[in-house]
């Protein structure tokens, strides 16, 4: 299906942008190659949308083609999964519970399809997907062909993938997953707040609906999990990446809030590195829960998430962005990366 001149806001979970010129919806995969050799051969600017969970779109909208990917397909053969790129991840991730099966349920509530989780090495609560997906099928556009790029080939790290590097080459098709058939528990319970709210301590395992509630009941709480009628959850979800610091980093960091005697979240990363929390400088920085007057705040309920309160524009939403990187920035010498994708606008 083709639209001219297509309203693009109503397909994101921020409800933000302007139109697209030119909407392509495709259902089979054969479509998304085709649309995709369509805009290519034509020197078309081409946007990929999913769920459209992870993105900010620009008042302007897009000048060229936008390829709406609608595909199904939720294949289990024993404990392998294949996902058709269309399809919705917080359901499939339901389904995968339903059938006794571990290793993305801590991902429950995410909204955003599925051929999405590659691209970001989307991950929650002690889990990403990088930890269970073996393959992904793809068509690579610079040598017009579908190809299938093994866990390894997809170069994934925190929140980033091969697939994020170099956005304009990969669409995604499908992606494959080996799940774990654990007699009906969880994969070890890695997140220290989940461990809380399930009673147990890190490490053990759970029963899986245990687990998969106990997440939706965090995200929930948090404004995390898509609610028409909540405009907390009219976000991209968390906007802000977790900072990493190299060493050196982390030590000026750590010299700067000893002098406050404020004590940091830090979490070992590669390479010597140290993860912080982004929520926690946020809020430090004094950006409370709520923070903002006009048409896009804070969310009430999570400090990562900026919110649309109904009326607001990609502008109201980059301008608290920048207020909130620049204060942390001036707070604590950290400097906040944003995690949606911008589609015609920059940080």
Not at 35 to 60: H, K, Q, T, W, Y
Not at 195 to 218: I, S, T
Request: aromatic content about 6%; overall charge negative.
């Amino acid at each position: 299906m083709v639209e001219l001149d297509a309203p693009l806001a109503p397909l994101t979970t921020l409800r933000l942008g302007g139109p697209a010129r030119r909407l392509v919806t495709a259902t089979t995969d054969d479509e998304v190659v085709a649309a995709v050799r369509e805009a290519d051969a034509a020197g078309e600017p081409l946007l990929v949308l999913g769920g459209g969970s992870n993105l900010v779109i620009g008042d302007a909208g897009f000048p060229g083609t936008v390829l709406r990917i609608a595909t199904e397909g939720f294949a289990l053969d024993g404990t392998v999964l294949e996902l058709a790129a269309g399809e919705v991840w917080a359901d499939a991730v339901t389904r995968t519970v339903e059938h006794g099966l571990a290793g993305i349920e801590f991902l429950a509530g995410i909204p955003g399809s599925a051929g999405a989780t590659p691209v970001q090495n989307v991950g929650a609560y002690g889990q990403d997907v990088a930890q269970s997906i073996t393959e992904v099928v793809a068509y690579d556009r610079r040598d017009d062909r579908v190809v299938t790029l093994s866990n390894a080939e997809c170069a994934f790290s925190y929140r980033h993938s091969r697939f994020k590097a170099d956005p304009d080459r990969y669409v995604v098709l499908r992606v494959r997953f080996a799940l774990e058939d654990n007699a009906g528990l969880s994969t070890p319970v890695r997140y220290a707040e989940t461990a809380r709210h399930l009673g147990v301590e890190q490490g053990e395992p759970v029963k899986l609906a245990d687990a998969h509630g106990a997440v939706l009941r965090l995200r929930s709480g948090k404004g995390m999990v898509l609610d028409p009628a909540d405009h907390d959850t009219w976000s991209a979800g968390s906007f802000f990446t977790n900072p990493v610091l190299s060493a050196e980093q982390y030590a000026a960091f750590l010299a700067l809030t000893a002098g406050r005697e404020l004590t940091a979240p830090a979490y070992p990363a590669p390479d010597g590195c140290t993860k912080t929390s982004a929520a926690w400088l946020i809020d430090r920085a004094g950006f409370g829960k709520g923070y903002g007057s006009g048409p896009a705040t804070l969310s009430t309920k999570h400090t990562l998430a900026l919110t649309n309160r109904g009326a607001a524009t990609a502008e109201d939403l980059l301008a608290l962005a920048r207020e909130i990187r620049d204060g942390v920035r001036a707070a604590f010498g950290v400097e906040l990366v944003n995690e949606p994708v911008m589609v015609g606008v920059t940080l």
